[in-house]
Each structure stands twice: as structure tokens, then as C-alpha cells.
């Protein structure tokens, strides 16, 4: 029935989408085993010193990565360095750390009073290399003297650091908050009393929800595009997201409290072989069928375990657990309808031909330009905001492969042609990425 779609100019155009869909995707997407953590840095008042303990890949900021610009130090233009600097003993990298510290020091702003306090390195800790592909963590100590009759100071980070967990101990309701690259902490009272309120807390984690969707949660995005994929109507996939909803809330609430661990080498290459059943199974069937809820419910517990390993990395305030937490659900859930949202706003001209079995040069036109202009956007964005542009890459080069395949169906003139075209070509290049995933996640 579909023979003559998959013939002449139409074949080669798909073959030719697929094949840039296929290294845009899996080329710019991050591996995860390297990849660029936040530091985490502890702040605790003794006497006259304030001392902050940091744990961090310091082997990134030896190697000059501008940790704000990628996502995996295997992207960068210095990886070759940071690599060498990962097979020093822990002898040799501190001692590296410890002359480049006065360097780093020029980016890490202490200030009471107004004026910036000068830092001293304590200590350098770090471990051997166990694994070569999971980033070391290492543990340093330096100490700034306050100023006689000091309440309180701000702190900054540079943006080429990356993002800075920043915790204050040893206080009654302390300071707790994630600094972006370049950002300056909120005044912080050295006595306590500065933990966030409730509603507070619950919407500064919103956007760190949404920011592992998108731009960051690329793989999660292909698992809602493959939900998406199964069917035009809106019932399949209210029931599919309802289930993958409910299921990593359980999870997440679970492994975030303690009561659930899971290594990440098991979660994630079973992540990647949820979006690559989801997508084949989109290939063999034309509706909800009644296990594949089930299935998504199934599925829906592995993100949440994935979803975790993110708070992990962040940490939860005390005393406001629960708030933190249903911010961060939120902000998945807000990201998780974002997706798609757009990609019926990309679609939904596509499904009405496909419905009357018509077609449209105007339409597949448009489709065409609105691809060269959502490509044409990394320019701007690679001169204003760098680091943004390594994280928005692949979910760009997703839509925009996904408007391509509208612009053909629109130009078919036959019924049906959005799953012929659209639905199902998309669903075999989610398929292929989620198994080179796999593949990459086991044993690359």
C-alpha cells in the first residue's frame, strides 16, 4: 500500500535526513561517562575563618574546559589534556592543583563587608582512577580570614567553572541554593537563618526539573517523542504519559529518600533500551494496545531512578525535602508537556493533509523554512551564549529532522501520510540512537 511512497527523490530525501538525524543526534548528545558534574562546596564558620570544603572533577579546571560551555569533558577542545591529567596518581594531580590554585582562586569570589577576601588552599584529596570513564572526584580545602565584626558574605563562582552546589553547615536553617556558572550567592548570614521558605524552595526546584528535560534530558525527550508517535489521537497518549507520570514520581520520591539505589551502569543502558522498545513498538502497532501501559508504568520507574541520580548530584535541603522535591517533579512534568507541546505544534499541519489526503507545496515550503530558520538560531546562539549551545544541539537537530519529515508528508497528497512519513520514519531514528545508546552505555 505505501510502495510507491518509498521510491525516487522521497527515498533519497529520507535516507539523507536520516543520515544527518542519526550524527546530529548521537555525535552532540553527551555520553554520559563523562560527564561535567557540579562542584560541591561546603561552608562552615570556625571562629574567624570561614572554611569551604569542595568536591569537584578538578581535572577540568586543570585542563581549562570551560565547564559551562559542554556537557562532556569528551567534547571539549582540551580533552586530550584532561585525559592525561586523569591518568596522574593522586600525588601528581594535587601537586598540579596545588600551583594552579592561586590562578582558580581568581575566579571564586569570597566578599564580607564588601570587600573580597583573600583565599588560601589547605588540602588536596584525591583517590586513584578505579574506572577510566566515570569522572574522579576530588576533595579540596581552602579557608578565607573574615574581617573583625563580619554577619555575613556573598559568595561567586566563575562561569567557566560550571555549576557550584553551595551549602552552608554548622548553622540553624542555612544557606542551601545551585549557582549557575558566573552567579553570585544571595547575601548569607553567618549566624543561620538563611534556608529558604517552603513555597520558596518548591519553585527555585522547578527549573532545575525542567533543565533535565530540556535541554539536558535528551534521552527522555526521544522516550516522550516515541509516546507521542504511537498514535494521533490524544486518548493513547494522555493514558501513556499518565502511567510514565505516576511511576518515576515513585521512584524518584523513593530513591531520593534513601530506600531505593540502583547504579547507574544498570539504570542507564535499561533507559536506553526503554526508548528503543518504544519506538519499535510504534513500528508494529496502530493504537494503545492494553500492555502497553503497563509497560510505560515499567519503563516510567527506570527514569525515575534517572531522574534521582540528578538530585543526587544537587542534594535536597534539610528541612525542606518535600517542597524541593515536588519542584523539581514539577518542573520534569512542565518539560515532559513542553516537548510535547512543540512537537505538535511541528506536526499538526502534517496530521490535517495526512486526514484529507492531500497536499500542499505552500505547506511544505513553510515546514522547510522554519528548519532553516531553527538551524539558522545556533549562529546567534553560538556567539551570545556558548554554553547553551552544546546542550540545545541535539534537541535542535530533533525538531528539526522532525519538520523535515512534515515538509515531505504535507507534499505526498495521500492518506495517511503522516504516520507513512512522519510518525514511523521518526520512530526507526529513535529506535537507532536509543540502541546506539545501549550499545555505548555497556560497553563504550
Not at 556558572?181 to 521558605?197: E, Y
Not at 517552603?198 to 534521552?219: C, E, K, N, Q, R
Not at 529506535?431 to 555497556?442: G, S
Amino acid at each position: 500500500m505505501t510502495s510507491s511512497l518509498f521510491t525516487g527523490p522521497r527515498v533519497l530525501f529520507l535516507g539523507l535526513l536520516s543520515s544527518l538525524a542519526l550524527v546530529f543526534i548521537t555525535l552532540a548528545s553527551p555520553l554520559r561517562a563523562h560527564e561535567v558534574l557540579p562542584a560541591i562546596a561546603d561552608m562552615t564558620r570556625d571562629g574567624d575563618r570561614l572554611i569551604f570544603s569542595v568536591d569537584a572533577n578538578i581535572e577540568g579546571f586543570l585542563a581549562g574546559i570551560d565547564k559551562s560551555a559542554v556537557t562532556d569533558t569528551d567534547t571539549a577542545p582540551q580533552a586530550a589534556r584532561y585525559d592525561a591529567l586523569r591518568a596522574l596518581p593522586p600525588q601528581e594531580i594535587a601537586a598540579e592543583f596545588t600551583a594552579f590554585f592561586p590562578t582558580m582562586a581568581e575566579g571564586i569570589m569570597v566578599m564580607a563587608d564588601g570587600q573580597a577576601l583573600p583565599l588560601v588552599l589547605e588540602s588536596v584529596t584525591t583517590e586513584p582512577v578505579d574506572d577510566p570513564e566515570v569522572p574522579r572526584v576530588s576533595t579540596f580545602v581552602f579557608t578565607a580570614d573574615l574581617p573583625a565584626g563580619a554577619d555575613s558574605v556573598t559568595v561567586g563562582w566563575d562561569r567557566s567553572y560550571g555549576g557550584l552546589v553551595l551549602r552552608q553547615q554548622g548553622v540553624d536553617q542555612p544557606y542551601d541554593a545551585f549557582l549557575q556558572g558566573g552567579a553570585t550567592s544571595d547575601v548569607i548570614a553567618l549566624g543561620g537563618g538563611n534556608a529558604k521558605g517552603t513555597m520558596a524552595t518548591f519553585f527555585s526546584y522547578i527549573p532545575t526539573g525542567f533543565d533535565h528535560i530540556v535541554p539536558l534530558g535528551l534521552d527522555h525527550i526521544l522516550f516522550v517523542l516515541g509516546l507521542f508517535f504511537l498514535s494521533t489521537r490524544l486518548a493513547p497518549l494522555l493514558w501513556q504519559v499518565s502511567a510514565f507520570t505516576l511511576a518515576h514520581t515513585i521512584t524518584l520520591a523513593l530513591a531520593a529518600l534513601g530506600y531505593v539505589t540502583v547504579p547507574a551502569s544498570i539504570v542507564e543502558p535499561l533507559i536506553a533500551l526503554s526508548i528503543a522498545y518504544v519506538a519499535i513498538e510504534n513500528l508494529f502497532s496502530r493504537g494503545l494496545s492494553p500492555w502497553r501501559p503497563v509497560i510505560i508504568f515499567g519503563f516510567g520507574l527506570l527514569h525515575g531512578l534517572g531522574f534521582a541520580s540528578v538530585l543526587a548530584e544537587f542534594g535536597l535541603p534539610e528541612g525542606q525535602f518535600v517542597p524541593a522535591l515536588i519542584g523539581f517533579n514539577i518542573g520534569v512534568e512542565i518539560g515532559q508537556l513542553s516537548v510535547i507541546a512543540l512537537a505538535f505544534l511541528c506536526v499538526y499541519k502534517a496530521q490535517d493533509y495526512s486526514a484529507a489526503g492531500t497536499r500542499s507545496i505552500t505547506a511544505a515550503a513553510a515546514y522547510l523554512v522554519a528548519v532553516v530558520v531553527l538551524l539558522a538560531m545556533l549562529v546567534p546562539l553560538a556567539a551570545y551564549a556558548p554554553g547553551w549551545t552544546g546542550d540545545l544541539l541535539p534537541v535542535m537537530a530533533t525538531f528539526a529532522v522532525l519538520l523535515g519529515l512534515c515538509a515531505v508528508a504535507v507534499n505526498v497528497g495521500r492518506y495517511d501520510s503522516y504516520s507513512d512519513v512522519v510518525a514511523q520514519p521518526a520512530s526507526v531514528l529513535i529506535a537507532l540512537v536509543a540502541i546506539y545508546w545501549t550499545i555505548e552505555r555497556v560497553f563504550l
